[in-house]
């Protein structure tokens, strides 16, 4: 593993979900969004925020899909790895281990969902400064606005759940590349890295992001992503 005095800043991208609830043929970071794949939008966000080093997307080790298209103008920023996992923590835990040998220690690893194609270069850059100088790391997330109701088995109401200091998860998730592996070399059945950081008795950072940086998981929200990509020109954070 090198060795660095200044920490560098590394993206990793899981993308070896098919996206089941998209109803769709095609795996969900491969869909059409503007005439593009949906997960070359936050790629190329990532490759184009001077702060990341480099950008390691985690594919299927059977994927078909990605040289059908022309990545080269992320290159030689983009690296690809055909070693993903059935779960988002085994294919993250899977790219740390790919790339352990290009990466220190202390040095950043920023974990970007492939399916939050609206990813702004603001979101990036607050993070990385927000978190330059945290001994643990930490999210993007927005604190809930909704009112928050727990239901049985047959969707009736049981309960209001208070709001109060609840937060929506959001990515980049960005955590020493040490910290972030050993935490998902111990953890189980977690759904993001904070969870296995949180597993491991440390308490992340949350960061405001905004509701721009949405997650694709249902068809709607194709269209969501779409105006949200189009109307963004000109916005300042």
């Not at 005439?35 to 925020?49: S, W």
């Not at 080269?72 to 294919?91: I, N, Q």
């Not at 607050?126 to 100088?133: K, N, P, V």
């Amino acid at each position: 593993m090198q060795q660095s005095f200044h920490p560098r800043h590394f993206a990793l991208v899981p993308a070896a979900g098919s996206g089941s609830r998209m109803g769709a043929g095609l795996p969900k970071q491969y869909l059409p969004l503007l005439g593009q794949p949906l997960i070359r939008h936050a790629l190329a966000t990532l490759c184009a925020t001077p702060e990341i080093d480099q950008v390691f997307v985690v594919l299927s080790v059977d994927d078909s899909h990605w040289a059908r298209h022309d990545w080269s103008e992320m290159s030689p920023k983009l690296v690809p790895l055909f070693c993903g996992g059935p779960t988002r923590a085994d294919s993250v835990l899977a790219g740390l281990r790919a790339i352990a040998h290009d990466v220190a220690a202390t040095d950043w690893v920023l974990v970007h969902d492939a399916a939050r194609p609206c990813l702004a270069s603001w979101h990036v850059e607050r993070l990385i400064r927000e978190l330059g100088h945290d001994d643990c790391g930490g999210i993007l997330a927005l604190p809930m606005a909704d009112t928050l109701k727990r239901a049985d088995e047959q969707r009736r109401i049981v309960e209001t759940v208070a709001r109060d200091r609840l937060w929506r998860a959001q990515t980049p998730q960005m955590f020493r590349y040490v910290v972030l592996r050993r935490a998902l070399e111990s953890a189980h059945g977690v759904t993001d890295e904070a969870s296995a950081i949180e597993a491991a008795g440390l308490r992340p950072r949350l960061i405001e992001g905004d509701t721009t940086n949405l997650k694709v998981t249902w068809p709607l929200d194709l269209h969501l992503a779409e105006w949200i990509l189009l109307h963004r020109e000109g916005v300042v954070q």
